[in-house]
């Protein structure tokens, strides 16, 4: 286990002529053909600016999404990192508004609350044997309650931290690099799914997540703590959930206590989308992002091409289903 | 010592209990929801009301404005307390009547407040008219574009009273009144952060839309975020107020907004129920007012008076 240059015997494990790999391409290749597709039929769709516009349209649920596939591939759910996001959002507002804190207090309160929060809902799994998904239907209730009462079912606004832009729609690159005007939030989220995806391939951390999703009977009974190594995968969802809640607030240089419900389908969807296993085991970050990404060229395009908003759901829909439809069928032929 | 625990439970228990008793005048007011600002401004009119006329109220609401059949629950357990007067702001304006026609058929007096019922159990509706209250939004928005080109729409809702009325309202009034204006979008965004992303969207599609009209709070939120990201040169006008919105108006991101009278509309409801129990004749529709509001009138005591944060 000190090798980490060794792949691990888990089944599942990223490696090339794997299903896990032909998903991922194909759902990049659906990337691809969506984005080409949209170029051809949309005008104005293939911009510069929309290109930006795109990629921040899909920040919060890339990371709500990576967040996500951490609990999926262990084998669980988590219904509540919609609510758990703006929990965490109502925290940092409460931390650098009321509190007066300097802004790295804020951010670390949001993620820490975050984590604190999800490991409750892994120790409510683990140690009081709940489904996880009525615990985390439990935990989206009353995160949801929380930062309503925390709030005073008002938003916090961030105004006395001027430097809090710098979370979300600032651009420190086009700084460093002129004419790259990638906002700050949509960096966080390439930076989160980069070290999600290190952890998750490179660490012991990943192999244990891996081995409960892959058989939690066969994990216990080589002497892993599954317990414990559950409450860690619920408190990094929960945990990332807050990094979420700091870009969603940023962005909109409030905390709104009342948002957040529904986006937990949204982030399960891009996991979905980009190939994670519902059954556990199976799963990678970069489908995720992928999955995401899916997800905001679509309902994009399908605006820029002036589609009906009811239609657009109903496009999004379908596409869930093909996917998970093309990822059971690439499995039956491995 | 036993004898006392029992005696202050069995009081704690009465005074718990006290609205179900005909003792005292208690009126549950159930609002479309309770965690958006606008909400809590008319829960606080409420109960100002509720105090000036000596009654208790309750104040609650479902979760989000779809859960028409959570807020039925709600109100079949609110008419079950046996109440002497009942405020309601239906989410669905026919769905609910069978259960307003228990409470009717039980004596118990209904003011309807927000959107209306369509049928004649309510004593009267305290409410904005939504239709005139966009149409002004409307002419606020023409008048800054100097009456002619492209324009679009950003609604909170496609299904709700509130969601129609303005978008219809708004229009209305374009395509009466002002020729040379071509709507070239609607949308929908039930979020600050979906209308954001929406905006920049049409805002993409439509280069040479010259202004923007967004039907509440969190939709104008949406829409001051995208014309800051993108630097559009747009009008934006919005709807209610908020913390959020006050400042873009301030800062000329958005050039104005309507704002209806919610504290207005709580006084009213509680007001009207007080009256009815003392058999005072109502009108039918109490409608509560609406305003334009800028930078020039933001300060204006009438003004502020019925702006929240």
Redesign the interface.
């Known amino acids: 286990m000190t090798d980490t240059a060794v792949q691990p015997a888990a089944s599942g494990k990223p490696g090339f002529f794997t299903t896990q790999t032909l998903q991922k391409a194909v759902a990049f290749v659906v990337l691809i053909a969506l984005i080409a597709f949209f170029s051809a039929f949309?005008?104005?769709?293939a911009?510069g600016?929309?290109m930006v516009?795109i990629m921040?349209?899909t920040a919060?649920n890339g990371v709500l999404g990576v967040a996500v596939t951490f609990v999926i591939i262990s084998g669980g759910i988590d219904l509540s990192v919609g609510t758990m996001m703006t929990l965490t959002a109502v925290m940092a507002g409460i931390v650098l508004t009321n509190l007066g804190m300097p802004l790295p207090i804020g951010i670390l309160g949001a993620i820490a609350s975050g984590a604190f929060m999800g490991a409750i809902s892994g120790a409510v799994i683990a140690k009081l044997k709940i489904p996880p998904f009525i615990a985390t239907l439990g935990m989206m209730q009353i995160a949801?309650g929380l930062a309503?009462v925390f709030s005073g079912?008002?938003?916090i606004?961030f105004?006395s931290t001027p430097n809090y832009g710098l979370l979300s729609?600032e651009s420190t690159i086009s700084k460093l690099i002129p004419g790259v005007e990638i906002?700050n939030g949509v960096m966080i989220m390439f930076i989160v799914a980069i070290i999600a995806s290190i952890v998750l391939t490179r660490t012991i951390v990943g192999r244990m997540i891996f081995a409960l999703g892959s058989n939690e009977e066969a994990a216990r009974l080589s002497g892993i703590n599954v317990d414990r190594w559950k409450i860690l995968t619920y408190a990094i969802c929960g945990g990332i959930c807050g990094i979420a809640g700091l870009i969603?607030s940023s962005?909109?240089?409030?905390a709104?206590?009342?948002?957040g419900?529904g986006y937990e389908l949204d982030a399960i969807a891009a996991a979905v989308i980009g190939g994670t296993s519902l059954a556990g085991g199976r799963g990678t970050v970069i489908g995720t992002i992928i999955g995401a990404f899916i997800m905001?060229v679509l309902?994009?395009g399908l605006?820029?091409?002036?589609v009906l908003?009811?239609w657009k759901i109903v496009v999004t829909g379908v596409i869930i289903i093909v996917a998970v439809f093309i990822d059971i069928v690439l499995r039956r032929k491995a | 010592m036993k004898k006392t625990i029992l005696t202050s439970a069995l009081a704690l228990g009465l005074a718990i209990g006290a609205p179900a008793f005909a003792q005292e005048t208690y009126f549950p007011i159930i609002a479309k929801g309770f965690s958006h600002q606008f909400w809590q401004a008319v829960k606080a009119g409420a109960e100002e009301a509720a105090a000036r006329n000596g009654v208790t109220i309750t104040f609650e609401g479902p979760n989000t404005e779809a859960e028409i059949d959570k807020q039925t629950d709600i109100l079949n357990a609110a008419i079950a307390k046996n109440p002497q007067g009942l405020g309601f702001a239906a989410l669905d304006s026919q769905a609910q009547v069978p259960a307003l026609q228990k409470a009717a058929d039980a004596g118990i007096p209904i003011v309807a407040f927000d959107s209306g019922v369509e049928s004649d159990l309510p004593l009267t509706t305290c409410t904005t008219d939504n239709m005139a209250a966009a149409a002004a939004a409307a002419d606020g928005l023409a008048k800054a574009i100097g009456e002619e080109g492209k324009i679009a729409a950003v609604i909170h809702d496609q299904t709700s009273a509130t969601g129609i009325g303005r978008r219809d309202g708004f229009l209305n009034r374009i395509k009466e009144a002002y020729p040379n204006i071509e709507v070239v979008d609607v949308q929908y965004a039930n979020d600050a952060l979906k209308a954001a992303d929406n905006v920049k969207a049409m805002l993409q599609a439509n280069p040479d839309i010259k202004g923007i009209f967004a039907s509440n709070e969190g939709a104008a939120i949406g829409l001051a975020v995208a014309i800051k990201e993108t630097g559009a040169k747009i009008v934006g006008v919005g709807f209610d107020s908020g913390k959020s919105q006050k400042d873009a108006i301030n800062d000329g991101t958005l050039i104005g907004s309507i704002t209806q009278n919610p504290v207005g509309i709580g006084q009213c409801v509680v007001d009207s129920l007080a009256k009815a129990i003392k058999g005072e004749e109502l009108p039918k529709v109490i409608d509560t007012g609406f305003y334009w509001y800028d930078k020039t009138n933001m300060a204006d005591e009438k003004i502020a008076a019925v702006l929240y944060d």
């Open positions: 949309a005008s104005n769709f911009t600016a929309n516009g921040q349209a919060v949801r309503l079912a008002k938003p606004y105004n729609p906002p969603v962005r909109l240089n409030s709104q206590p009342a948002l419900l905001s309902t994009n605006r820029v091409m002036g908003e009811e």
